[in-house]
Each structure stands twice: as structure tokens, then as C-alpha cells.
Nanobody
């Protein structure tokens, strides 16, 4: 059974930093993309970044490019999202997800339960 468990959320002042972690278990994630998303109250879920498990290539949404960095530790089966220069508009529930690369469509197959990030002004 695949599990993605996020941690590291919390309350931070504007301009501060947080590092989110996503502990992945239940299968090997070779040929998967691991993504981070967020959803603020009343808004649609927003893609932030992804990393290809084998190879490590990354992609970012324009809204976080230059401020957020996604990485993974293969030995720990963990994906990270380093968030710097946080703004109040970054307040949201942050989700980790996994998507098998070699299938039709780009929907994510597995999701974590989310972790709350609140940025105060």
C-alpha cells in the first residue's frame, strides 16, 4: 500500500523559510514523478513543482520559481520542498503526490494527506 506522508508545515513570518518533507513508502518510485501541490481556502489546487525520481530533473510553477526548491533523497525515499522568502499568499495546505510516467494522462496516482503552511504578515 502506497503512502505519502507530509511533514514540516507550520506557522512562519513573511520572509521566512520552511522545509516540507514527504516520506514515501509502499513501492519503489522508479519511473515516477513526485510533485508538490497546494490548495488555499476557496481556490483550486495548484501545481508547484515536480522531480523525476530517477534522474532528478525538476520543473516549477512560475509562482514559486526561484523561491522553492524540490529535491529527493533516494536512500530515505523522501522528497523535500524547501520554501524561502515566504509570503502570506503562500498560505495553504501543501500536498505531496506521485505520478507514474509511462501511462496516458498526467493525473497523479497517489496523494498525501497534506500539511498546513501559514505565513503571517
Amino acid at each position: 500500500q502506497v503512502q505519502l506522508v507530509e511533514s514540516g508545515g507550520g506557522l512562519v513570518q513573511a520572509g521566512g523559510s520552511l522545509r516540507l518533507s514527504c516520506a514515501a513508502s509502499g513501492r519503489t518510485f522508479t519511473n515516477y514523478a513526485m510533485g508538490w501541490f497546494r490548495q488555499a481556502p476557496g481556490k483550486e489546487r495548484e501545481f508547484l513543482a515536480h522531480i523525476i525520481w530517477n534522474g532528478g530533473s525538476t520543473d516549477y510553477a512560475d509562482s514559486v520559481k526561484g523561491r522553492f526548491t524540490i529535491s529527493r533523497d533516494i536512500a530515505k525515499n523522501t522528497v523535500y520542498l524547501q520554501m524561502n522568502s515566504l509570503k502570506p499568499e503562500d498560505t495553504a495546505v501543501y500536498y505531496c503526490a506521485a505520478r507514474y510516467l509511462f501511462k496516458r494522462g498526467r493525473d497523479y496516482d497517489y496523494w498525501g494527506q497534506g500539511t498546513q503552511v501559514t505565513v503571517s504578515s
